[in-house]
């Protein structure tokens, strides 16, 4: 999934997959892209700042899953919810 895919998402549909806001999202890109133009080392990227963004927002919501899972079964997350 890249960015060309979901950029025509609904918001709500965005925030579910990513669990941050579009424009959360913007912002961090311009973040990521003005620190991408002060620091000029490294290897130029293939992928374009919104799929690296993209990639990391996914990244970091499996592993917090993978995380959460590892430790504890559904099961009992279910019956301890408060929600």
Do not use: P
Not at 11 to 23: M, N, S, Y
Not at 40 to 69: A, C, D, H, P
């Amino acid at each position: 999934m890249n960015y060309e895919d979901v950029k025509n998402l609904k918001h709500g549909d965005f925030k579910r997959l990513f669990e941050v806001t579009k424009e959360t999202f913007s912002v961090m890109c311009q973040a990521v892209s003005e620190y991408k133009e002060s620091n000029k080392r490294g290897r130029k990227s293939n992928l374009s700042i919104e799929n690296q963004v993209l990639l990391t927002l996914s990244f970091w919501r499996e592993y917090r899953t993978l995380s959460w899972s590892s430790y504890f079964r559904q099961k009992t997350v279910n019956r301890s919810s408060i929600f």
